[in-house]
Each structure stands twice: as structure tokens, then as C-alpha cells.
């Protein structure tokens, strides 16, 4: 199986444990200063980042959302078709002539990244239904980011009564991040400007006065101005205050040095202390008091999604996963790292789906090692099975969720069924 660092790698992530170091090392380290000076882009990958062809094109207010491009990421080395509506939803297939009831918001497991279009669950899902499911998901968001594209999304002709808010990983962490470019740049290859993403995007951040989290929106808002991100000096000037990222930074040994004033004044307002003098384990201090200041605003995130579906007359469903973490702490026997998110959606009477549970279930009724049934379904993201797995495993739930229940579950009469949009279209008419 794929090593840790490996996986992280692949899904441009850093579920990565904190990085222990002797004064030595860390000493060795860049501060964090040269660290974001080292961040800037070259020229040339932001020039075929916005001429494309692209995996990812440039947003004005999330800085990027899905393009059209052929990853070579797939299972057994092959190329995947990774495409794009015009409204930047992936491309769909499956009845997308009838009404759709079900839109879906996330990162990339939402989008299904590793997969070809008609791979994806919610692919998968719909066929099963006999109705269109949009997939809005796009690799890299966290949660705060995804719920501004469903806010964007839901306010236009196209939006839905359904909603499914899915959150995976680090997602947590990445709704604080101002550019998750500047904690991924060290691990991850931009391939010459066809896999650029995660540029400057709207942000939820603590104000250090009011001791709330306040929204902030994209510095980055049009393609010329894109270009900063090429200057050394401007990328330290704009982030060297972004505390979320020098915690994580710092966190996985990439800098040596945290803002002792602001990260006293952030400890103070999530009730966290601190032991500066406990030097051996400051790293994993940083990491969770990140994990708190994150979870504090997956809450504020999911407070506002609900707002804003109840307004509108949708319904909200959440879903968990976490395969890399979560999951293996729960087969192991261990406390899960969010165990908080869960307590918060179920005290709060939050509708959620967890497919941790499921995988959890699933694995031990398999009698395989561990590695091996993780095999089965991931090649980092979900591979097509893990993805028609997932769509099979929340089936029940949203089946029970729609009203009235998809066509598929109503048992009507067939000489009264109106095959319009069911049926394929043929050249001849």
C-alpha cells in the first residue's frame, strides 16, 4: 500500500503527523519569512494556468474551479476525462434532460478526482435513481470555500432543493488558508501549469479583537492580477500574517519559527494554552491548537449553510469522510481527531451521512488486512469502485430523504410512465 506521505503527496494534501525535530534540524530549517519568498510561482505555470488547457481554470471570486483536462491519474496508469459544464459543474451524463432535485458541494472527493466523468457517485447514483445529480465539487476546497460555491451556485436557475455539503480531510484546516498553494508548493507538482490550483481564495480568518471569524474575500480576483502571485516579496507581504498557515507550516517541520505574540492571542481566545517551554512537543501543540481554531470554523461554516438552506426552502444534508485519518484511528480503536464536528452535528440536529462508519463496518465484516481492503477502492481518491461503493452506501439515506421518492422507488404503473428524458437521443430523431 501507498505510504502516508505518498498519499498526501497524490491528493495534494497534508494529513501528515507533526513533525518532531532536535534544536539541530530546526535550526536548518527556512523561516518563515523565506519560506513564503521560496512559494512564488513561475511565469510560465500561471501562463498555461489561464490560456489552459488546465485541470483547473480561474475563478474571479474562488480563484479556481474545474476546466477540462486529461490527468494521467488513474487506475492501472491510465488517463482520466476530467470535464466541465459551462457553469463549471463536472460533466454529467445521466438524465440531464429531467429535473434535478440534488446538487452536491465539496473538494475532491465530491468531485471525484481520479475518475473519468461517468465514474463519479454521483454518476453512479443518478443512474440508480432515474434523475440528474450536479457535482459541484472541486479538489483542493475546503469546507468555507465550498459553501460559497453553493451559495453562488444555489442563488441562480440551477439550483436545487437538495443539497449535499460534503466534508472530507483537512477540509477543516483549508477554509482558513488565504492560498493553499503556499502550504502544498513544497510536495506539489503544478506539471508546468496543468494542475496549478488552490491560488488565492475567499478565507475565514479570527479577527484577534472581536474574537470572532470574519470572511475575507479573494486578493486575487482577476487573471492579470494573478501574476503577484509570481512576485517573491508580494507573497511574503501578503501571507506573512496568515497565522492558519504558519501554524501548519510549522506544524510539519517546513519553517522554524512561530509568532509567539499571535498565536498567544489565538491560544487565549479558543481557551488552548500553550507551554512554550515544552519545546519537544511545540509542533504538535501547533498542530492542535490548528485543528481547534479549524474546527472552530467548520462549525461557523456549517451554522451558515444551514442558515442559508432553511431561508431558501432547501434541504441540507452533511457528509463525513475521512479515510486517511479518521477511518484508521476508528479501526484501530482510537478517540477520531474530529470527534468534535460529530458531536457538533448531532447535538445541533444536523441531517449526516458518516461513511466512516460504513467503511469501518464494511472492513471488519471483510476479514481482509487492512491494506489490503483499502486497496479494494482507493488510488488515493476513490478508483471507480470506492466511488460506486459510496453511491451505493448513502443510496438509502437520500432515497429516504427526496419527496416525492425518486421514479425508481415509486413502483408506478409503466403503461403511465413518460419516458421523455430517459430515453437516448438519436441522430435521426
Known sequence: MMSRLTRAIMLGICLIPATTLDAQQASELPTFTEYLRASAVPRAVIDQFLKGPSWAQFDPELGYRLGNYL?????????????????????????????????????????????????????????????????????????????????????????AEYLIFYIWGDDHIRSLLRCRHAIIYPRWDHKGGRMFHNNFWP????????????????????????????????????LRDDLALQLFAFKLGSIQDLDRDRTD??????????????????????????DRYAFRATKLVLEKARAFAEERGKKLLVVLFDPYQTLDQLRRGEERYDQEIVDFLTGEGFAYFDMNEVHLQDFRRSGWEYGDYMKQYFIGHYNPKGNHFFAYAIKDRVVEWLEPKPITYRKPDPDSIDFQGYLPIRPDG
Request: aromatic letters at 10%.
Open 265 to 290: 492571542r489565538l491560544a487565549a481566545i479558543l481557551d488552548f494554552p500553550i507551554d512554550w517551554d515544552d519545546e519537544a512537543n511545540m509542533r504538535a501543540q501547533a498542530g492542535a491548537l490548528l
Open 71 to 159: 490527468p494521467t491519474d488513474g487506475i492501472d496508469g491510465s488517463a482520466t476525462l476530467s470535464t466541465a459544464r459551462p457553469d463549471g459543474a463536472r460533466t454529467a451524463f445521466m438524465y440531464v434532460d429531467r429535473p434535478c432535485r440534488i446538487n452536491t458541494y465539496g473538494d475532491s472527493f465530491t468531485q471525484c478526482h481520479q475518475v473519468s466523468d461517468g465514474e463519479t457517485w454521483q454518476e453512479y447514483l443518478a443512474a440508480h435513481l432515474g434523475e440528474p445529480i450536479r457535482n459541484f465539487g472541486m479538489g483542493g476546497y475546503g469546507a468555507y470555500q465550498a459553501y460559497r460555491r453553493m451559495v453562488r451556485e444555489e442563488s441562480t436557475d440551477h439550483g
Open 203 to 238: 478565507n475565514l480568518e479570527m479577527d484577534f479583537d472581536s474574537g470572532e471569524l470574519v470572511e475575507r474575500e479573494n486578493l486575487l480576483t482577476t487573471p492579470e492580477s494573478l501574476y503577484r502571485m509570481c512576485d517573491p516579496e508580494w507573497m511574503v507581504e501578503h
